[in-house]
């Protein structure tokens, strides 16, 4: 019989998540786990991770349900996670394998480490056939500690680069400050609040990750901005930059900050575009204005019933 070692100790409190599609809204791990099928892989791929290939890197990624471990979450980044609006991702049947990851790291971790372990093993020995430098990003859809929780996993792999975004700043300090393991990268990731924490990182040699919409700016908070839809080895960027990456899905209709617009037609630099006007039916609907051309952008997306503006996940 499969003995539990459950994760209460490290993890002790879940947070709410903006997946409209996560049973974690009513059920508890244990439940999920139960009424699930285990999942056949716990790393995956995606369009922007493949492009890492044009960079000698072959990447993989983790994705648990968005947002229940993310402490620093905010309202807007949780609606607007593209680990549930982009793409496959917002696929029921995806909803449900994140689920069954999440619930199995939670209830049986001993097993759920082994086999990630398994497959980053097999990842290193695709990366040496096609001698690339194999990547891993562990928080694909969460903020969670790994070199707190799971030191092993970089000591165990030192040839495998692992590397992630994060929001919460005292992680992107320990690394900036060398206390993190050497095989492990961190981009802090801020919204449009955030501009004194991302500042004072970004002049101590970080790199600082923000969404753009609709288009990039050539700076921004006087730092230069590269584009980060190229590819997601994080790793590789320069230090001191922002790491742009365009909004995609219902983000560009977002108006609590998770996304950020510049006026393109003020030129590379223009300013921050303020809300005019937002409207929720069966779309979301805003309009921003420049407050020095007065230029206005307008988008539009279609909502699924869950993900209405007031909606607040049990
Ligand atoms: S912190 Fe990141 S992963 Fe978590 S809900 Fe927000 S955008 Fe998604
Ligand atoms: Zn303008």
Not at 201 to 209: D, E, K, P, S
Not at 279 to 305: G, I, Y
Request: with cysteine; proline share 6%; glycine share 6%.
């Amino acid at each position: 019989m499969q003995s539990k070692t459950k994760n209460t100790k490290t993890i002790r409190h879940l947070f709410q998540s903006g997946d409209p599609r996560t049973d974690f809204h009513w059920a508890t791990p244990e439940q999920i786990l139960a009424q699930s099928e285990p999942p056949k892989r716990l790393l995956s791929t995606s369009a922007k991770l493949d492009k890492c290939q044009s960079v000698g890197v072959l990447a993989r990624v983790l994705y648990f349900t968005p947002g229940v471990f993310c402490p620093a979450a905010t309202d807007g980044c949780r609606r607007a996670c593209l680990a549930h609006t982009s793409g496959r991702m917002q696929f029921e049947t995806h909803a449900r394998v994140r689920d069954a990851r999440t619930a199995l790291y939670l209830e049986v971790t001993v097993l759920f480490i082994k086999r990630l372990k398994a497959e980053i093993t097999l990842l290193e020995t695709d990366a040496l056939q096609v001698q690339m430098t194999p990547a891993v990003r562990l928080n694909g859809s969460s903020d969670l500690p790994w070199e707190r929780l799971h030191l092993e996993l970089f000591e165990q792999f030192p040839d495998v680069q692992f590397f992630d975004y994060t929001k919460l700043s005292h992680r992107v300090y320990r690394f900036m400050l060398h206390e993190l393991p050497a095989n492990y990268h961190l981009t802090f990731s801020v919204d449009a609040h955030m501009q004194k924490e991302a500042s004072d990182i970004l002049r101590r040699g970080g790199t600082v990750a923000a969404v753009f919409w609709p288009s990039l700016p050539n700076t921004w908070w006087g730092f230069p901005v590269i584009d980060g839809d190229l590819h997601d080895a994080r790793f590789l960027d320069p230090s001191g930059v922002i790491v742009g990456l365009r909004a995609k899905g219902l983000a560009r209709v977002d108006t609590n900050g998770f996304t950020i617009r510049h006026c393109k037609k003020c030129g590379p630099d223009g300013p921050e575009l303020l809300l005019e006007f937002a409207k929720e039916d069966t779309h979301r609907t805003t309009v921003h204005r420049c407050p020095s051309c007065k230029n206005t952008v307008s988008a539009r997306w279609k909502l699924t019933q869950p993900q209405k503006l007031h909606h607040q996940a049990a």
